[in-house]
């Protein structure tokens, strides 16, 4: 079942601007990652953090977790036209051997040149 | 490396036949592989989770009789959707585990596979 919940559910930059995507979840989570998807295309993974990591950083990437609110968000900065894509949240839950990602609804973002 | 395939990329058949679909592991032993349907501007639904050798899991609601999953081998899963309807018209897409990298939590996903029953 779904249980992540992005917002916005579209987002529309100008180039150069940055673009901060919300993702909140409701179970106790393992971890969580960043997914991206060109239209029609397959899912891309951008970053994971963990649930004992509050940051991380990947080249324009930033993640946020707080797992005491159940949220986190994902920071891309000095946007470009190639990001425009659709951005998930996919969260594991604790649990032994559990592998199953569990997806957000997604925010579709628009970098406009 | 980890790369992914699905075949065929997309496929449109005839209400009442049925569509196999291919995910493969190029480079890495998946022993774990997923199967997810997207509708469009909508997000990923797990269909079923597919371990190597053994029976397929399936989520809740999900028709193990319309949705048969095999994997026989470390690199290959298929779906086949059983006597397609329209309803069933989707985007497939598969993803896999790298089984030999320990507790590995990053899942490598496919291309997709946009199925079209008329």
């Known amino acids: 079942s779904q249980q992540g919940e992005e917002d916005p559910q579209a987002l529309s930059i100008q180039e150069g601007e940055n673009a901060t995507m919300n993702c909140s979840y409701k179970t106790s989570i393992n971890n969580l990652q960043w997914y991206r998807q060109n239209s029609g295309r397959g899912l891309v993974h951008l970053i994971l953090i963990r649930s004992n990591e509050r940051e991380k950083h990947s080249g324009r990437l930033r993640v946020t977790l707080d797992t005491s609110k159940k949220s986190s968000s994902l920071l891309i900065t000095a946007s470009r036209a190639a990001d425009t894509a659709s951005y998930f949240c996919a969260t594991t839950r604790s649990g032994a051997g559990s592998y199953q990602l569990t997806f957000g609804k997604g925010t579709k973002l628009s970098v406009i040149p | 490396g980890a790369v992914v395939s699905q075949h065929p990329s997309w496929v449109i058949c005839k209400s009442g036949t049925s569509v196999k679909i291919e995910c493969r592991s190029l480079?890495?032993?998946?022993?774990?592989m997923f199967w997810y349907r997207q509708f469009p501007k909508q997000s990923l639904m797990l269909m079923a989770t597919s371990n190597e050798g053994s029976k397929a899991t399936y989520e809740q609601g999900v028709e193990k009789d319309k949705f048969l999953i095999n994997h026989a081998s470390l690199t290959l899963s298929t779906l086949t959707v059983t006597s397609a309807h329209p309803e069933d018209s989707s985007f497939y897409i598969c993803?896999?585990?790298?089984?030999?990298?320990?507790?590995?939590?990053?899942?490598?996903f496919g291309p997709g596979t946009r199925l079209l029953v008329l």
């Open positions: 480079d890495f032993q998946a022993t774990t």
């Open positions: 993803s896999a585990r790298d089984g030999l990298a320990g507790y590995q939590e990053t899942q490598y």
